[in-house]
Each structure stands twice: as structure tokens, then as C-alpha cells.
């Protein structure tokens, strides 16, 4: 079955760097898109960043764009996102999740993100 | 501010129906783009209900179902049970220049 577990979160300040992890099992990852969302405490849901099968072509929420990268090793069957310059903003929990047509169908259970001082 | 509108909350009692609406523009639901539903209970990851405006994935009840007509769409959930509390997002394409996946503000379902 579709397994996506997240890692490489925690409690980071302000302006500093934290890179998450989404490892991939039960689906030919190299076939997929793969997105990373995340919600605010208190908040909704809020896309952040998706990755095509290849790796070649990313697309950004503003939120993050120039700040955040997202990237894939599909020999890992791995999804990546490095967070730069992060902001008390960024808090909350990241999720990542497989591409089916515009649709999310398979999510991970997510990794908390604290950015504070 | 979420670029797709639902109510805050909904509820009713169990075994009747409720509908969540989600309001868009010309840009993402008017424009033709598909809306997904997800039912999100906390601490868990968010579960995809509805695909391409009306389909259910594999294992979803068929109490659940979604419609579209203009810039909205509407996931309704009959037979209401105790396990339908949560939270309800709907889910789109947006060709505006502030992002291409959209979520909507969110619906609480309360079962009373």
C-alpha cells in the first residue's frame, strides 16, 4: 500500500534552515508528482510547493517562493524540501502528499515545523 | 485569506444530510478546473473524498458526494454519522499569478 512518512522537522529560529523528507514506498514513485502543504496551528490547509516526475519543473506558493526548494531523489523514492530564511510564519505542520490529476490522493501523517526564538 | 470560500462550520444531527459549499472565481473553479474534497480529523493525515468534482476514490462511502455548476461546488454527506466530524476542504487550480493549488478556508462538521 502507499506509504509517505515525513521526517526533519523541529524547533528552528528565525532566519536559519531545516530540510524535510518525505520517503515514498508501495507506488512507482518515479511516475508521480509529489507536493508538500502545511498548516498553521489554528489554521487551514495551505499548498505549498509541488515537484513533477522528473524533478525538472517546480511550481511555488508566493508564500515561499525564493525562500523554500523543493527537489526529489527518485532513486530514494525521497521528496525534499529545504526551508531558508525561515519566518515564525512558517510554522506548522508539513504534509506531503502524491499528485493524481490536480488531486492530492495519498498523504503522510506530517512533521511539526517551529520557527522561534 | 483562502482564494476558495466554505463556511466555517456545519452540523446536524446524525442521519441527515448536510452540504458544504465552496465558492471560487473565474480563475479556478470557473475556469473549468477540477475540485477535490478531503475530510482532515486531527492529527491524522487529510484523506481525499472526492476527485474531478463528482468521484469518489476507492473505500469512500457512497453517503458522500460532490457537484459543480459555475464558480462553486458542493460536497454533501448524507446518512450522517458520528465518524464524519471533522474538517472538510475543498481543492482546486488556480491560473491567477498567487498560486497554482488552491485550498478552501475549511468547514467544520459537527454531528450533534
Known amino acids: 500500500q502507499v506509504q509517505l512518512v515525513e521526517s526533519g522537522g523541529g524547533v528552528v529560529q528565525p532566519g536559519r534552515s531545516l530540510r524535510l523528507s518525505c520517503g515514498a514506498s508501495?507506488?512507482?514513485?518515479?511516475?508521480?508528482?509529489m507536493h508538500w502543504v502545511r498548516q498553521a496551528p489554528g489554521k487551514g490547509l495551505e499548498w505549498v510547493a509541488v515537484?513533477?516526475?522528473?524533478?525538472?519543473?517546480?511550481d511555488y506558493a508566493d508564500s515561499v517562493k525564493g525562500r523554500f526548494t523543493v527537489s526529489r531523489d527518485n532513486s530514494k523514492s525521497t521528496l525534499y524540501l529545504q526551508m531558508n530564511s525561515l519566518r515564525p510564519e512558517d510554522t506548522g505542520v508539513y504534509f506531503c502528499?502524491?499528485?493524481?490529476?490536480?488531486?492530492?490522493?495519498?498523504w503522510g501523517q506530517g512533521v511539526v515545523v517551529t520557527v522561534s526564538s | 485569506q483562502s482564494v476558495l470560500t466554505q463556511p466555517p462550520s456545519v452540523s446536524g444531527a446524525p442521519g441527515q444530510r448536510v452540504t458544504i459549499s465552496c465558492t471560487g472565481s473565474?480563475?479556478?473553479?470557473?475556469?473549468?478546473?477540477?475540485v477535490h474534497w478531503y475530510q482532515h480529523l486531527p492529527g491524522a493525515a487529510p484523506k481525499l473524498l472526492i476527485f474531478?468534482?463528482?468521484n469518489r476514490p476507492s473505500g469512500v462511502p457512497d453517503r458522500f458526494s460532490g457537484s459543480k455548476s459555475g464558480t462553486s461546488a458542493s460536497l454533501a454527506i448524507s446518512g450522517l454519522q458520528a465518524e464524519d466530524e471533522a474538517d472538510y476542504y475543498c481543492?482546486?487550480?488556480?491560473?491567477?499569478?498567487?498560486?497554482?493549488?488552491?485550498f478552501g478556508s475549511g468547514t467544520k462538521v459537527t454531528v450533534l
Open positions: 502528499a502524491r499528485d493524481r490529476s490536480q488531486s492530492l490522493d495519498f
Open positions: 508501495g507506488f512507482s514513485f518515479s511516475n508521480f508528482g
Open positions: 515537484v513533477w516526475y522528473d524533478g525538472i519543473n517546480q
Open positions: 473565474s480563475s479556478n473553479i470557473g475556469a473549468g478546473y477540477d
Open positions: 474531478g468534482d463528482t
Open positions: 481543492q482546486s487550480y488556480d491560473s491567477s499569478l498567487t498560486g497554482f493549488y488552491v
